[in-house]
């Protein structure tokens, strides 16, 4: 057995732990760089802390999901305020996008240089300034994560800036944060911790260290997703979401995830849609789709890993991958998630949304290959 396990450098957990954030950003220096989502003023309490400690705030607003236009520019301005430490303070966009500027701040080339899949994809070759994630929802995991998802318009598809040292220097995890989440929010990015924690476990790279990860990843996100959603200052089902997401950004970075975060990609990078909105529409249809391979041919490993994830699911030793597909499809019900139609997809766009997500890195950890038309029957369910 061989494997590997990179994580943050440090990880911090628990309630309160964000009163921690002054000190551990004063360690590397006075001057900072926050990066946050496009209403700075909702962390406006953690922001004066800061600087009532003495550190000299610059803040990075983004609109909306990090695009290679917000790394260039948020690099820009880490060199302007002569940036000694970079924090990301928001959700997977923000902390997406600090992650991104933090690297790129420090690298001799333009982001095309390094970026995958519409770049070069070249090693990253100057080490970052050190990063700080501070997630304030529970979904994406990208505290604990290797790569920085960016929007490339042009391309019209999502892209990564990836290097092992860009894993955070220190990933600050407080649930407390999340407490005013707003349902549709933490609903989204709840289904997308599940998500990761589900993929990560069937893909064709799982690891006993990433298993372990996601077992208990699914249990914690399956007992509280919908408490959390229902009643938001429940910080017992607001720490279970927050350990999912965790976890989940710990098993993707090691163990890979599959179709429908290669889905994920050229659709965030074409529509407007939040990142856990579309993967909880995705993964009831591709779930089905993955089974139905299984079924058919010798993938003992992967019908397995299908049936032990449908018991984690249904809390029930005699469930099985038909009913998990039931499952999840109700539960995406009950939480109000919008289908992919919604997002102004049409029959016109799914062919080229099938060709681009057969090329996305995510889908080298599908448990098993998928056809163009099965490709297609999936989106055709999300819609």
Same mark, same amino acid.
């Given at each position: ?37 496009c ?19 610059? #803040?990075?607003? #983004? ?18 305020c ?32 390094y ?11 100057? &080490? ?6 501070v ?9 604990v ?7 490339s ?13 860009m ?32 993929e990560?476990?069937?893909?064709? &790279? ?89 079924? &058919? ?28 597909t ?15 139609g ?21 889908? &080298? ?19």
């Amino acid at each position: 057995m061989t494997f590997e396990f990179a994580t943050a450098t440090r990880i911090l957990f628990g309630r309160g732990t964000a009163a921690q954030l002054p000190a551990q950003a004063l360690a590397f220096g006075k001057k900072v760089l926050v990066v946050t989502g496009c209403d700075p003023q909702r962390h406006l309490p953690l922001l004066t802390q800061l600087e009532t400690a003495g550190l000299q705030v610059t #803040i990075f607003p #983004i609109a909306t999901e990090p695009t290679v236009d917000d790394a260039r520019r948020g690099a820009a301005s880490a060199l302007s305020c002569g940036a000694e430490v970079v924090i990301g303070l928001g959700g997977g966009s923000a902390v997406d996008a600090g992650k991104a500027i933090a690297a790129l701040a420090r690298q001799p080339h333009d982001l095309l240089h390094y970026l995958e899949v519409v770049g070069k994809g070249l090693p990253l070759e100057g &080490k970052p300034l050190p990063y700080i994630a501070v997630p304030t929802t529970a979904g994406t995991g990208a505290e604990v994560t290797r790569n920085a998802v960016l929007v490339s318009a042009e391309h019209g598809v999502k892209a990564s800036l990836r290097h092992a040292s860009m894993l955070p220097t220190l990933a600050l995890v407080d649930p407390e944060l999340a407490r005013d989440c707003p349902p549709a929010v933490t609903a989204a990015s709840g289904m997308d911790a599940l998500t990761q924690c589900l993929e990560a476990y069937v893909s064709c &790279k799982a690891q006993p260290l990433t298993d372990a990860l996601c077992v208990d990843g699914m249990r914690r996100a399956v007992r509280s997703l919908e408490k959390a959603v229902a009643h938001g200052d429940d910080l017992e089902a607001r720490e279970d979401l927050a350990l999912a997401a965790l976890y989940s950004g710990m098993a993707l970075a090691n163990a890979g995830l599959g179709a429908v975060h290669g889905f994920a990609a050229p659709i965030g990078g074409s529509f407007k849609a939040a990142h856990g909105a579309v993967c909880a529409a995705l993964l009831p249809p591709v779930w089905a789709a993955n089974w139905a391979v299984i079924q &058919k041919g010798a993938h003992p490993a992967a019908r397995a890993r299908f049936e032990t994830v449908a018991r984690l699911l249904l809390k029930d030793e005699a469930a099985t991958p038909d009913q998990a597909t039931d499952y999840l499809q109700g539960l995406a019900q009950r939480l109000g998630i919008p289908s992919l139609g919604s997002h102004g997809i049409t029959e016109s766009h799914l062919d080229d949304i099938a060709t681009q997500a057969a090329k996305a890195s995510s889908m &080298k950890g599908n448990p098993v290959p998928l056809t163009h038309d099965e490709l297609l029957d999936i989106l055709r369910a999300a819609l």
